[in-house]
């Protein structure tokens, strides 16, 4: 990682233009959230030369404040730690949207001591500014505690700080300057990347049943069938489909469909195994990857679930709904993903012209 001059010896302006030269390099390199805000902070290490430094994110729900990133000195013991409403600087911070600058906690009587306590550490000196996402909202916030002496190794998360000693020298105003900058960068790349693995997520969700869809079902797949290859192992395929699902549409309309189609899925969801792979996989079709499962175990579970549609069908009177469930069970694994799905189609056709 760059070595950056700390801000004492910032001699012009293009020290401070190639810093946020790299953070800019940094916060548009990755989406995902852990890493983005992982290597902002290493760069505000090896910047601003903190003894301890972290980042918080606000808690939506509860408006708490979670450490997501500390570094410095036993930093593990804070890291996932929660922070009430308007707890110490950084709860005042937050509230408020204003940077603070602290030269002497002794004397501030917003400092709240319980983290010290916590890690057994002595806080002198605080610089804090909030995260700010596009709309100009507070979504977190960065502190920096204790200036050092720089030492000669870079600043990173795993470095030893237990025997460096914090300076007279306080956090300046040109520090809260720089860093609040810095707030509102990460704090757009943060929401960014939140909002892009929200968006990831949804695109392997389907959207009327909450379960896996087809396309993230297609992904599992071609994984679950090279492990069978590789490795020898079983894999159980169970193909589920709902009877007669037009006449359900027909006669009592497309919301009770949806409606059975949902709770069709809440009961799967709650009938599989931990280690099994749910999904829709169109219309009224469901599949559920089994791996490392025998036929037997299969069969147990497909009787589990007509056992559950038939209590369910008793309470809402839907005229006999069924479902015909065929299944795979493979040792070797066919060659490809579409002999499999074709096989399992061909046996819950058969399994259709059976009960009619």
């Given at each position: ?115 010290d306590n916590i890690m057994e ?37 795993d470095r030893e700080t237990k ?7 306080t956090f300046t105003k040109l ?182």
């Amino acid at each position: 990682m760059t070595q950056y001059p700390i801000l004492s010896d910032l001699k012009n302006q293009e020290d401070v233009s190639e810093f946020f030269r790299s953070m800019g390099v940094i916060l548009t390199s990755s989406l995902q959230p852990k890493e983005v805000i992982e290597k902002v902070m290493e760069m505000i290490g090896s910047f601003f030369s903190p003894q301890n430094w972290s980042l918080l994110l606000i808690e939506e729900e509860t408006d708490r404040m979670k450490f997501e990133i500390v570094m410095g000195i036993d930093a593990e013991k804070v890291r996932g730690i929660y922070l009430d409403k308007g707890e110490g600087i950084v709860g005042w911070v937050c509230e408020t949207g204003e940077p603070a600058i602290i030269e002497n906690v002794e004397n501030e009587p917003r400092f709240s001591s319980r983290i010290d306590n916590i890690m057994e550490f002595k806080t002198h000196s605080i610089v804090c500014v909030p995260l700010l996402n596009g709309q100009n909202k507070v979504i977190g916030a960065i502190e920096l505690i204790n200036k050092i002496i720089p030492p000669s190794v870079q600043l990173t998360s795993d470095r030893e700080t237990k025997n460096i000693i914090p300076t007279d020298e306080t956090f300046t105003k040109l520090d809260m300057k720089i860093l609040s900058s810095i707030g509102i960068f990460t704090g757009v790349a943060v929401e960014n990347a939140f909002l892009y693995k929200k968006v990831e997520e949804l695109a392997m969700v389907d959207s009327l049943t909450g379960i896996n869809n087809r396309h993230y079902f297609n992904e599992i797949m071609r994984q679950e069938t090279e492990r069978v290859k590789r490795y020898k192992h079983t894999m159980c395929l169970l193909m589920i489909d709902v009877d007669d699902f037009k006449y359900i549409n027909d006669n009592f309309g497309h919301i009770t469909g949806d409606r059975v189609l949902r709770s069709i899925a809440d009961m799967l969801r709650v009938s599989v195994r931990d280690s099994d792979f749910l999904a829709r996989f169109g219309g009224d079709e469901f599949v559920i990857i089994m791996p490392e499962a025998t036929e037997s175990d299969a069969f147990i579970l497909a009787k589990r679930v007509q056992d559950m549609i038939a209590r369910w069908n008793a309470k809402e009177s839907l005229e006999g709904l069924k479902v015909s469930i065929s299944i795979g069970a493979y040792e070797a694994g066919p060659d490809n993903i579409g002999q499999i799905l074709t096989e399992a189609d061909r046996e819950l056709y058969q399994c259709k012209i059976v009960k009619k």
